[in-house]
């Protein structure tokens, strides 16, 4: 009994100085609460704006399977494996690009200038250098910078890949691989990165108002641009625009891998326009990018029914791949301003943008450039709607906005020009007409995207038809 009683007075003792201790150390909890929880905020929204750029980003590098597939089903088989080739080829020479340099010229400059650092190769900062070797004392300058460096490269890297996909669908089936990927170097690596250092950059484009959240112009218009400069340079398929006046229709080889492609992509666009909130760490970020992913949504599928609407008087058909390009149309005049365009408002931005594209690929054809895809309406033509629309609907200054679209379009396409024409007088920039009528994919690869399917001879190239029709109007 007395064992057991100075047993518990010991623990009695105990236990009233850990109740001491306790409210103690309750105390100062009252008092470093605060520094506490502003502490795990600015490390959850670290957490959170990181993860959002390396997902998003993921999902954005995943439109490069929808423009494969929208491309390679667009194409004649016997091109189907060079387009594969092409998309998995320029999305690794754009990464490798920006990495080197691209990213550098784009955001190493001074606000209000025209071009970045020239400064080669991108990594961590020093402070998360410091960081990983072990130095806590670097968390707080890490957290202070909101997101992960190089979790920002790659969201930004993805764009960039769009950018040159663009380019991809809008010159197929004749022209050569090597030089393709010599002009989709010198894209990423220069020309892209002037446009986004004059506006993402900070540059004097921004200073002077301009806006364009996610890439319109940018991006869409970029690549839109880059890609007719190609057209004119390359010129037309052998024999799709006859003497006579018609056009040579040339069917696509998989209509199911073309409307697939879009679906890709009109997904993958949630993450292009919702990531470029740049933030998921707090209420308004979460609000925000939950308005942009609706209004990118309704835009789209505006973008589909009117095109479907319009394509009969416009094109003379309903015509499937009017829809299809009218989703894309919709997507690219959304993304100049989804953050400050309402969702009514957006259903007219789309709707206006698929009008603007359908109208494009007849005035092409009119002209008598050869794009296989549609890129030059879908992406630049909405792309500049797109942009104009920020000042009509989004607050934004038209004024201004139409200066950012012609100072990228000016600089993007005489520059493009220059380097198709280059390529042109050196290596040369595009196939031969044996190859391209044997098909790049036998001639080039030596391997058949379809192989279970015997190629037949097209009638425009027997020598009696060309003959009497006079067709095989080229470049």
């Known amino acids: 009994m007395q064992g057991i009683g100075a047993e518990?007075?010991?623990?009695?003792?105990?236990?009233?100085?850990?109740t001491i201790a306790g409210a103690a150390l309750g105390g100062l909890g009252l008092l470093l609460a605060p520094v506490v929880a502003i502490a795990q905020t600015t490390e959850t929204q670290f957490v959170l704006n990181t993860f959002s750029f390396l997902i998003w980003g993921a999902l954005v590098m995943w439109m490069c399977a929808g423009f494969t597939m929208l491309e390679s089903g667009s194409v004649r088989s016997?091109?189907?494996?060079?387009?594969?080739?092409?998309?998995?080829?320029?999305?690794?020479?754009?990464?490798?690009?920006?990495?080197?340099?691209?990213?550098?010229?784009?955001?190493?400059?001074?606000?209000?200038?025209?071009i970045g650092s020239f400064e080669f190769l991108y990594g961590p900062s020093e402070a998360e250098a410091a960081l990983l070797a072990g130095d806590a004392t670097a968390t707080a300058e890490v957290l202070d910078n909101g997101y992960s460096v190089m979790s920002d490269w790659f969201f930004q890297m993805v764009f960039v890949a769009t950018t040159a996909s663009i380019v991809s669908g809008a010159l197929a089936e004749r022209v050569k691989i090597w030089s393709f990927f010599a002009f989709i170097?010198?894209?990423?690596?220069?020309?892209?990165?002037?446009?986004?250092?004059?506006?993402?950059?900070?540059?004097?484009?921004?200073?002077?108002?301009?806006?364009?959240?996610?890439?319109?112009?940018?991006?869409?218009?970029?690549?839109g641009w880059a890609a007719l400069a190609g057209i004119l340079v390359v010129g037309p398929r052998w024999g799709k625009f006859r003497i006579d006046g018609t056009i040579k229709p040339t069917p696509p080889s998989n209509i199911p891998s073309v409307t697939l492609g879009v679906f890709i992509l009109w997904m993958g666009w949630f993450?292009?326009?919702?990531?470029?909130?740049?933030?998921?760490?707090?209420?308004?970020?979460?609000?925000?990018?939950?308005?942009?992913i609706v209004d990118t949504n309704l835009a789209a599928a505006a973008g589909v029914l009117t095109a479907l609407v319009v394509s009969r008087p416009i094109l003379g058909r309903l015509d499937l791949f009017a829809g299809l390009n009218g989703a894309i149309a919709g997507l690219v005049s959304i993304t100049a301003g989804p953050d400050v365009i309402g969702s009514g408002e957006a259903i007219f931005v789309g709707a206006i943008g698929a009008v603007?594209?359908?109208?494009?690929?007849?005035?092409?054809?009119?002209?008598?450039?050869?794009?296989v895809v549609g890129a030059v309406p879908a992406h630049l033509f909405a792309g500049v709607w797109g942009t104009v629309a920020v000042g009509i609907f989004g607050g934004g200054n038209v004024g201004v906005q139409l200066i950012g679209v012609l100072s990228v379009g000016v600089f993007v396409f005489s520059a493009s020009w220059i380097v198709w024409t280059l390529l042109d007088k050196t290596i040369g920039v595009r196939v031969s007409r044996q190859v391209e009528e044997l098909g790049q994919d036998a001639v080039e690869l030596k391997i058949d995207a379809y192989p279970e399917f015997v190629l037949m001879v097209d009638p425009d190239d027997t020598p009696d038809y060309r003959e009497t029709h006079q067709t095989g109007v080229g470049p």
């Open 8 to 18: 518990n007075l010991g623990r009695g003792k105990f236990a009233r100085r850990a």
């Open 78 to 114: 016997k091109n189907a494996s060079v387009i594969c080739l092409k998309n998995i080829g320029l999305y690794s020479v754009a990464g490798l690009a920006y990495y080197a340099l691209g990213y550098n010229l784009m955001y190493g400059g001074e606000p209000g200038g025209w």
């Open 185 to 223: 170097a010198i894209l990423t690596t220069l020309i892209y990165p002037v446009v986004g250092a004059w506006t993402w950059g900070a540059g004097w484009l921004a200073e002077r108002g301009f806006v364009d959240f996610a890439g319109s112009t940018i991006v869409h218009s970029t690549g």
């Open 271 to 292: 993450a292009f326009n919702g990531g470029s909130v740049l933030a998921l760490g707090d209420a308004a970020s979460a609000v925000t990018m939950s308005n942009v």
């Open 356 to 371: 603007v594209c359908t109208a494009g690929i007849r005035l092409l054809e009119s002209l008598r450039l050869d794009d």
